[in-house]
């Protein structure tokens, strides 16, 4: 059965911490590995990730991919208020299994000022 | 602007009543997709339509029911034989199958009193 599994669950810091979030998967036929950020409504994308140990970089915002151990971490620097959310990570499959995506439970990050 | 569209944002509904959540997109999109989203065990994946007048079944099909008659639309019916139907509904789209990033609608949250 597919899986992806998202570390820690929850996480409370302060403003200025650096934090890292944690996404292993176990799935067929992977294709892309993608990190989302959902604020209580819709989920907005991040970043994809295809390629092992290439960085991916956004603001204070990065990730990096490792498919031989079958994870990615999500990296914020300097976390400010407007960091806080829930981050998903999902894996794509290919396009024979109609292109779905499989989530992990999602890691709460609350930064507190 | 392009976008998806949900509706309602909010529904409440007596036990063994049907509802329909609407999901609407503009983005020209294929592939459209209807996730489950529950506290702690992330999104989850109902249906899924790739074309005009097909679906498939996702992991948690059992209570719901789909149509694809045109290619900007895709409700939801979530019916009475939905034994635990209170939940955050996630609608999505994508070019195709064989694209990567999927882009959520606001989503619709259904209360059964």
């Known amino acids: 059965e597919d899986k992806v599994v998202q570390s820690p669950l929850s996480l409370v810091v302060h403003e200025g911490d650096t934090v890292t979030l944690n996404c292993s998967y176990e799935?067929?036929?992977?294709?892309?590995l993608l990190w989302y950020k959902q604020e209580k409504k819709a989920p907005t994308f991040l970043f994809m990730l295809?390629?092992?140990?290439i960085e991916k970089k956004s603001g204070r915002l990065s990730s990096i991919l490792d498919k031989k151990e079958l994870f990615s971490i999500l990296n914020i620097t300097a976390t400010q208020t407007g960091d806080s959310a829930v981050y998903l990570c999902?894996?794509?499959?290919?396009?024979?299994?109609?292109?779905?995506?499989?989530f992990g439970q999602g890691t709460e990050l609350s930064v507190k000022p | 602007d392009g976008g998806i569209t949900q509706s309602p944002k909010y529904l409440f509904r007596k036990e063994g009543q049907n509802v329909t959540l609407s999901c609407e997109q503009n983005?020209?999109?294929?592939?459209m997709y209807w996730y489950r989203q529950d506290p702690g065990q992330g999104l989850r994946l109902i249906y899924y339509?790739?074309?005009?007048?097909d679906f498939q079944k996702g992991d948690i099909a059992e209570g719901y029911s789909v149509s694809r008659e045109k290619k900007e639309s895709f409700p939801l019916t979530v019916t009475s034989a939905q034994k635990n139907p209170t939940a955050f509904y996630l609608c999505?789209?994508?070019w195709g199958s064989g694209a990567n990033v999927l882009t959520f609608g606001a989503g619709s949250r259904l209360t059964v009193l």
């Open positions: 799935v067929t036929n992977f294709r892309s």
């Open positions: 295809t390629s092992s140990g």
């Open positions: 999902a894996v794509a499959l290919l396009y024979n299994q109609g292109g779905k995506l499989i």
């Open positions: 983005l020209n999109h294929d592939a």
């Open positions: 999505a789209s994508k």
């Open positions: 339509s790739q074309i005009v007048n």
